[in-house]
C-alpha cells in the first residue's frame, strides 16, 4: 500500500489549541504543497507549502518534510492531505483538545490502586477483585532494627502499584507523588471542580488530592516510627507473573532503609504538610503528622547520609533496584521543602551547600524538583538576590533546552541523549522546566518548545503511535502492565504512557529498528520501550494541566 512504501503523516493524535504552533512530519516525497480539510465540511480548510527534505540522525537515514498550518486557528476536525502520501489521522483544533487527556492520565492512577477492589461503577469494564491487601508484611534480613526484628510483620495497605508490576517503590512515589502534589499547587482552580469519577468524587477534596491521598497514606507507613528511617520498598523477592493483582499472592516485605528513599519521603512529606494544610477538616491530623515525619526522615539522613540501595543479579531480591549512588540532589530537594515549609535558614543553608542546579528530573535526579518548590513557594523567604540564584538556575536550565529543540529539524525538544528507559517522561520532564522558565521570564518559543513535547508524546514522533493508552487514532495497545496484560480485555487500561523509543533492548526483544526514535514495540515483551509507570505519567497530568491552562 502507499502507506508501507512512503511511511505516514505523523500529527498530534490528539489534536492543536487554536493558537499554537502546528507542526505535522511528512515522508520526503516530491510533493511540495498540503492541503488541511476540514472533516466536516470536506472543504480545503488550509494550503501550505512543505519545507525542504530534513533529517533527525535519531531516526537513521529516513528523512521527512514539515508541514507548518499554524496559521489555521478555527476550530474543527481536520485531516492533512498531501499527494502520494495517505491522509493523516483526524485531529481537532479546539480550545480543550486536552482536556479528557488529562483527565484519562490522572484517572490512571485509580487503576493502580492496591488493597482495594476496582468496582464497575468507577472502572467499568477494568473492575477487578482487590490485591494485595498488605496487612502482613514482613521485615527482610536488611531491614531489620531491634524495634522492629526481622521477620516480624506488619501492615502498610494502599499506594499504587509502581508500574507494569506490583511493586511499591518509595523512590519512585517520591516524584510521582510530589509531581501530581504540584500540579495541583499550581493550577488549584483548574481542580477545583475536576471530576475524574473516582470513589472519592464529590467529597470537600478535588479529586488529585483524594488520589495522591491513596499513595501518601501507605508511604507514610513506609517510615519506621523507632527511627525515621525509610523503607526503600515493599516488594516480593521475585517478580510475579503475568497475573491479576488477586493473584499475584506471594509473601511481600519491607527492604532495606535507604538515604535517597528516606530524603523522596522527607520532601514529598513537607510538600503534603503544607498543600494538604487547607483541608484539615477532611483529613484532620494529617498536615501536622507529616510534618513531623518529613523532620524525623530528614534527621535519619543526616546521621545515615550515604545508605546506598543496590542488588546485584545473584541477590535474593529481584524486583526494581531505584539503586541511585548520587545523593546530593535528594539532599538539596529536601532541604528545600523543608526550608519552605519550616523558614528555618538551616535548610536553605543545606540546600545551597549541595550545589545542585535546576533542570530535567528524574526518579534518580530531584535537584530539579527543589528549584521548582523554591520558585513556586520561597519568593518571600528569600531576598531578592537568593531568589534570583533561583529562578536564573531555572531559566538557564530552559535556554539550554530551547538550543535542543531549536537544533532539532524535527522541532521537539530532545536530544539524541534523551532516548532512554522512559524517556518519554525525560521529554515531559524537559517541558516542565521550559514552562517554569515561561512564569519567570515569558518567551513564546518556551510555550512553542513544551507543546511540542506535547505532540510527540500523541504522535508527532517517528513511531506513529500515540504513546497514551485509549487517547488517538492509533495507541500503544500492547504496553507492558500485568492487569492489561492479564484481564482477557482486548484494549488496555486507559490513561497510560508508555515509557517509549530507545534502543538499549534490555529485554532482548525483536525491534523494528535500530534508530534510537524508531527502536520501539508495542508489545507486552518490550518492558524497557512498553511498560508504564507512575513516574511517566506524573508529568504527563502536570503539563496536560498547564497547557490546559495556558
Ligand atoms: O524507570 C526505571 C529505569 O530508569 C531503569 O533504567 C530501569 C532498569 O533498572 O528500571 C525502571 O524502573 C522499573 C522498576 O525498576 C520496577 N518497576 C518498573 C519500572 C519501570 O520499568
Not at 90 to 96: L, N, V
Not at 211 to 216: G, H
Request: aromatic share 12%; hydrophobic share 40%; net charge negative.
Amino acid at each position: 500500500s502507499a502507506k508501507a512504501e512512503v511511511g505516514f503523516t505523523k500529527v498530534n493524535q490528539l489534536g492543536y489549541l487554536p493558537a499554537a504552533k502546528k507542526l505535522a512530519v511528512v515522508p520526503a516525497v516530491a510533493a511540495a504543497k498540503f492541503d488541511i480539510i476540514d472533516v466536516t465540511s470536506g472543504k480545503v480548510a488550509f494550503t501550505g507549502s512543505l519545507s525542504d527534505v530534513k533529517s533527525w540522525s535519531a531516526m537513521g537515514d529516513e528523512s521527512f518534510k514539515l508541514a507548518d498550518f499554524s496559521a489555521l486557528q478555527a476550530e474543527g476536525s481536520y485531516r492533512l492531505v498531501v499527494q502520494g502520501v495517505s491522509d493523516s489521522y483526524t485531529f481537532d483544533i479546539s480550545p480543550s483538545v486536552y482536556s479528557q487527556a488529562h483527565d484519562g492520565a490522572l484517572k490512571a492512577y485509580y487503576y493502580n490502586r492496591a488493597s482495594t477492589e476496582l468496582t464497575e461503577q468507577y472502572a467499568g469494564v477494568y473492575a477487578r477483585p482487590a490485591g494485595h491487601p498488605d496487612t502482613d508484611v514482613r521485615i527482610f534480613d536488611n531491614a531489620a532494627s531491634a524495634a522492629r526484628p526481622a521477620d516480624t510483620s506488619f501492615a502498610a495497605p494502599k499506594g499504587w502499584y509502581d508500574a507494569g508490576d506490583y511493586g511499591k517503590y518509595i523512590v519512585n512515589s517520591g516524584i510521582s507523588t510530589y509531581t501530581l502534589m504540584a500540579a495541583y499547587e499550581h493550577f488549584p482552580s483548574f481542580y477545583k471542580q475536576r471530576d475524574i469519577d473516582i470513589p472519592e468524587s464529590g467529597d470537600a477534596v478535588p479529586d488529585i488530592l483524594d488520589e495522591v491521598m491513596w499513595n501518601l497514606e501507605w508511604m507514610q507507613v513506609m517510615q519506621d516510627p523507632n527511627d525515621g528511617g525509610v523503607y526503600h520498598k515493599l516488594t516480593t523477592l521475585n517478580f510475579s507473573g503475568a497475573v491479576m493483582p488477586h493473584e499475584a499472592t506471594a509473601q511481600r516485605y519491607f527492604i532495606k532503609k535507604s538515604t535517597a528513599a528516606t530524603l523522596d519521603f522527607a520532601a514529598v512529606m513537607a510538600t503534603a504538610s503544607r498543600v494538604y494544610a487547607p483541608f484539615e477538616g477532611a483529613f484532620p491530623g494529617k498536615s501536622a503528622a507529616y510534618r513531623q515525619a518529613a523532620i524525623a526522615a530528614w534527621e535519619w539522613a543526616q546521621a545515615n547520609p550515604s545508605e546506598t540501595y543496590s542488588q546485584t543479579p545473584l541477590s535474593k531480591v529481584q524486583t526494581g533496584a531505584y539503586g541511585d549512588k548520587k545523593l546530593n540532589d535528594e539532599f538539596a530537594w529536601a532541604a528545600a521543602e523543608l526550608f519552605i515549609l519550616t523558614g528555618e535558614q538551616k535548610y536553605w543553608q543545606a540546600f545551597n551547600k549541595q550545589k545542585v542546579q535546576a533542570g530535567e528530573s528524574s526518579w534518580a535526579n530531584v535537584a530539579g524538583l527543589g528549584f521548582i518548590s523554591l520558585a513556586n513557594n520561597a519568593r518571600s523567604l528569600l531576598n531578592e538576590a537568593q531568589y534570583k540564584t533561583v529562578t536564573d538556575s531555572i531559566v538557564r536550565a530552559a535556554d539550554s533546552l530551547l538550543v535542543t529543540y531549536k537544533e532539532n529539524a524535527y522541532q521537539v525538544p530532545i536530544g539524541n541523549k534523551d532516548f532512554f528507559w522512559g524517556g518519554n517522561s525525560g521529554t515531559l520532564n524537559r517541558a516542565w522546566v521550559l514552562l517554569e522558565a515561561n512564569k519567570i521570564k515569558p518567551q513564546q518559543e518556551y510555550i512553542d518548545a513544551a507543546l511540542a513535547a506535547v505532540d510527540y508524546i500523541y504522535g508527532r514522533n517517528p513511531t506513529n503511535y500515540s504513546f497514551v493508552t485509549g487517547f488517538g487514532d492509533n495507541p500503544a495497545v500492547g504496553i507492558h502492565h500485568r492487569p492489561s496484560y492479564a484481564d482477557g480485555i482486548k484494549a488496555p487500561v486507559p490513561g497510560w504512557l508508555a515509557g517509549g523509543a530507545h534502543n538499549g533492548k534490555q529485554d532482548g526483544c525483536e525491534y523494528p529498528s535500530d534508530a534510537p526514535a524508531k527502536s520501539y514495540l508495542d508489545d507486552w515483551c518490550s518492558y524497557s520501550t512498553n511498560e508504564i509507570a507512575i513516574n511517566w505519567n506524573a508529568p504527563l497530568v502536570y503539563i496536560l494541566a498547564a497547557v490546559n491552562n495556558l
